[in-house]
């Protein structure tokens, strides 16, 4: 479960996310999308915590972020929209790297570092090293790195970017695996259909601000647009409003 209550990121005078209150439930999967430049990411990090708030709290399954920070993300699978790799290492090596830091190796690493390279098709190169790797093996490596030690919150920023048709298709497959089996699901994405094929709920933020939430019917009458698809809805619920520049700090 993520619990976000009240959460504020201020850089000096700019507010990249305001006061943000939002639960996710244990095996939900949850969708939050929003105009670049909305604070997405910003909310990804914070709820990984790669970056702390200026104000207000995360607990991550029960767990409080601030004051246990190393056991909270021990609960987390962190997967980022622009990950960085040993490329020196083989994947196995990585794999193996990756659970250290989440003290898995003592816990049965071999047979879940095979189990996570055969499910995202890398067992044939597990020897190799990363710098042989295509963009889309780079990424189901970070996918299978996330997953390594069976966290039961998985943090997702752009889940889809590099991957193929196939690949697509499995990890959607997965993610609805994983949440049937109690796993909870936060997923920042551009990618609408993706959104409105796989998220329980989802979350549209604005200028920082999460403006709405809900089931994609929930958010076709927060929107007027009964029957319209996620991209209509998105952008009825965001028109009219001013963008972020490029520039903001923010990020996405």
Avoid at 25 to 38: D, H, K, L, Q, T
Wanted: net charge negative; proline share 4%.
């Amino acid at each position: 479960m993520i619990e976000l209550s009240e959460i504020t990121k201020k850089y000096i005078s700019f507010v990249a996310v305001d006061n943000l209150t939002l639960t996710v439930n244990r095996g939900e999967i949850f969708g939050f999308i929003g105009p670049n430049g909305a604070g997405k990411t910003t909310t990804i990090k914070i709820i990984s915590g790669i970056m702390q708030p200026t104000s207000g709290s995360i607990r991550i399954n029960g767990i409080d972020v601030r004051q246990n920070p190393v056991e909270a993300k021990r609960n987390i699978g962190f997967i980022p929209d622009r990950p960085y790799l040993y490329e020196k290492l083989t994947g196995m090596e990585f794999l193996g790297f990756t659970a250290d830091m989440y003290g898995v190796n003592g816990n049965g690493f071999r047979e879940k570092a095979v189990r996570e390279l055969k499910r995202f098709s890398l067992f044939d190169w597990a020897d190799e090293l990363i710098e042989s790797y295509s963009h889309g093996m780079r990424q189901r490596l970070i996918f299978a790195s996330a997953l390594v030690h069976d966290p039961k919150v998985i943090v997702v920023d752009e889940p889809m970017v590099g991957l193929d048709p196939a690949a697509i298709i499995m990890v959607k497959d997965l993610f609805q695996q994983l949440a049937s089996r109690g796993a909870t699901i936060f997923m920042s994405t551009h990618t609408l259909k993706v959104a409105e094929d796989v998220c329980d709920r989802i979350g549209v933020i604005h200028r920082g601000r999460l403006i709405a939430t809900g089931t994609t019917e929930d958010l076709q009458r927060e929107a007027g647009v009964s029957d319209a698809d996620l991209e209509k809805v998105f952008l009825n619920l965001t028109s009219g409003q001013q963008m972020r520049l490029p520039s903001d700090p923010a990020g996405g």
